[in-house]
């Protein structure tokens, strides 16, 4: 006989000792079945009493409620009877005992089940996903059957308790024991279906009704389909905060309720947590692959790469939580839906790709400034390096385009930041791909301008703005800073090339006497005269172009004035004097060597703030 059940008997009630003196003990009576008498007589006391059909007070009140001491010898009589029923059903399957001490486990688990329900019921604030996801492990660890009464706290326990741990933690801790010891009474008595009936009912709509509140909607692809893309981006945003909650906190949640309450039965708490989570987290998951057959647009990306990095983020849970065989479908759709969204992504890069190269806007860029083009796709894939932990996975095993001399010169250029030893080679090597298509394109959109200089100072203008977008944001930890040097060593070889295409005449106006001589009048004339009509030129062409970074705009205006005016200044200072006597000088020599500076000064603003307007004899006074 247990510990407890020796306590029991020791220390039994006077009245049960009164009633066990005055019992007339027949001789053929052993003094084990006297006291497996007195356990029946005692199971039958305390369950006629709470009977629900014997009282109206019965009926009404709840026995884990109103007095938790009787709650813990309810279920040790339970556990009595049904022990007494073993024996009697050994001696005499149809013996008039039997049939009481049925009736009587009938009258004790319809008790029972009403303490069930009604705990469910009363404590749903306080069994909630997030309370029970968040109490301590240790108050899931639990004793054998054999200590079962131990698991329902009393009011003692439950005070000591509530001075070191919140109230809802409490109440919480309080409620789940007691559904435990309800539920292994219940299945180890046979009656196992009847608690786990109402337990799937009452659980299951609090799983449905916390992913209602938290706004996501089952809806099919059909319905998606159907919907404009500003309300299928607000459903998105909604499942996005839904996923993670449900993820961590709503399934999490009442797989340790559900394991905790059925804990001595493997395949019960599997059916039931199963029944309950399965449909529900399916149809969460598959909302997101049912938006991957929407009509899919580079623009879309972002969300769908929001979706993968919400699941992605969520697995450990998902596979913790729906650990069970009965529920590997959560886990089959959690892994489609990460395939299917990354198939989309892919497709829409190459949407992307494809789009770039079909831009056939035709009208030069005023100014030779940033094309819109450049703008459109260099925040594009700023943002998509802020993705680059989930691009690594979307885009790994990806091949890339057909091998061309193009991609062989990326690979070879940059093969620091391309080698198979960077952890993010597959985002960088389709980030870099997708920019030298963009750089490819200007090449060609270069062309449009008709002036060769205009053209350098174009692709000087946009591929500073590639990457300064670069160097601002994860491009620069993905592409490397061998691929920064390289491409700012192109921009300095398209000013100098501007330089040379654009000033060549202004540079090579002044003639240069030979050695030892000087040069005659006439020859000073034409030096200047020519100078002054190439620089004017010059000026007037270019007043209206435009640099737009302010160091390189700096950078060009100071090699241009240590090339022009030292020269300009010696020349001046030597000859002008050669030219005192003659008529109409101003129309001759129109600039003093300041003028140059405060001319070139004004140059590379563009239109909307540049000197193209102010006269030559009044030089603009920009800083620069």
């Not at 009787?70 to 039997?98: C, G, N, P, T």
């Not at 435009?546 to 005016?565: G, N």
Request: glycine share 4%; net charge negative.
């Amino acid at each position: 006989m247990p510990r407890k059940g020796m306590r029991s008997l020791f220390f039994s009630s006077p009245k049960t000792a009164t009633r066990t003196a005055m019992a007339p003990t027949s001789p053929s009576i052993t003094f084990s079945e006297s006291l497996m008498e007195d356990d029946f007589s005692a199971a039958e006391e305390i369950i006629t009493k709470w009977d629900p059909d014997s009282s109206s007070y019965a009926k009404i009140t709840s026995l884990f409620y109103d007095n938790r001491r009787e709650a813990r010898e309810f279920i040790k009589s339970v556990r009595d009877l049904q022990r007494a029923m073993h024996v009697y059903v050994s001696e005499d399957s149809s013996s008039e005992k039997i049939i009481r001490a049925q009736s009587l486990m009938q009258t004790a688990m319809k008790r029972l089940e009403k303490e069930f329900y009604q705990i469910l019921a009363a404590n749903r604030d306080y069994l909630d996903p997030e309370s029970v996801s968040e109490r301590s492990s240790t108050n899931t660890t639990v004793s054998s059957i054999s200590d079962i009464e131990d698991d329902i706290a009393s009011e003692d326990d439950m005070q000591i308790a509530g001075n070191s741990i919140q109230e809802v933690e409490r109440v919480s801790s309080m409620a789940m024991s007691d559904l435990r010891a309800i539920a292994e009474c219940m299945i180890q008595s046979g009656y196992g279906k009847e608690c786990v009936r109402i337990y799937k009912v009452i659980r299951k709509s609090i799983v449905d009704e916390g992913l209602y509140r938290l706004g996501f909607e089952r809806m099919s692809s059909q319905q998606l389909q159907k919907l404009d893309w500003d309300s299928l981006e607000h459903k998105i945003k909604v499942w996005l905060h839904a996923v993670k909650i449900a993820g961590k906190t709503l399934f999490t949640g009442e797989r340790i309720l559900c394991d905790h309450v059925f804990a001595t039965s493997g395949t019960v708490k599997e059916s039931c947590f199963s029944e309950i989570a399965k449909e529900a987290a399916v149809n969460v998951f598959a909302f997101a692959e049912s938006v991957t057959k929407c009509k899919r647009s580079p623009e879309k990306m972002f969300r769908f790469l929001d979706m993968y990095d919400a699941i992605a983020e969520l697995w450990p849970d998902i596979e913790s939580t729906f650990s069970y065989e009965a529920t590997s479908a959560v886990r089959t759709q959690a892994v489609n839906a990460l395939i299917k969204i990354g198939e989309s992504v892919r497709a829409m890069i190459i949407d992307f790709e494809t789009a770039i190269q079909k831009d056939s806007s035709k009208s030069p860029v005023p100014g030779g400034g940033l094309h819109p083009l450049t703008r459109y796709v260099m925040n594009y894939v700023s943002f998509l390096a802020d993705y680059n932990g989930v691009l690594v996975d979307i885009l790994a095993d990806w091949p890339l385009p057909v091998k061309t001399p193009l991609m062989d010169a990326l690979l070879t250029d940059d093969s620091s930041t391309f080698s198979s030893e960077n952890p993010l080679y597959p985002v960088a090597i389709r980030l870099a791909w997708v920019i030298l298509v963009l750089l490819c394109k200007l090449d060609g959109k270069a062309e449009l301008h008709k002036d060769v200089a205009l053209a350098y100072l174009f692709l000087l203008n946009n591929l500073q703005y590639v990457i300064s977008k670069v160097k601002n944001c994860n491009l620069r930890l993905i592409l490397g800073e061998d691929w920064v040097a390289k491409h700012e060593e192109k921009v300095r070889v398209y000013a100098a090339n501007y330089e040379k295409q654009a000033w060549h005449k202004v540079l090579t106006a002044l003639p240069d006497a030979p050695a030892g001589q000087q040069l005659s009048h006439a020859e000073v004339k034409e030096g200047f005269r020519r100078f002054s009509l190439a620089f004017e030129d010059a000026y007037r062409r270019h007043s209206g172009w435009l640099v737009s970074d302010r160091k390189i705009r700096d950078d060009i205006k100071i090699s241009l004035a240590r090339k022009i005016v030292p020269k300009y200044r010696e020349f001046y200072a030597k000859y002008r004097m050669t030219l005192r006597n003659e008529r109409g000088l101003d129309v001759t020599v129109r600039f003093a060597p300041e003028d140059l500076e405060n001319y070139l000064s004004d140059l590379f603003y563009g239109d909307d703030v540049s000197g193209s307007s102010t006269p030559l004899h009044q030089p603009g006074r920009r800083s620069g």
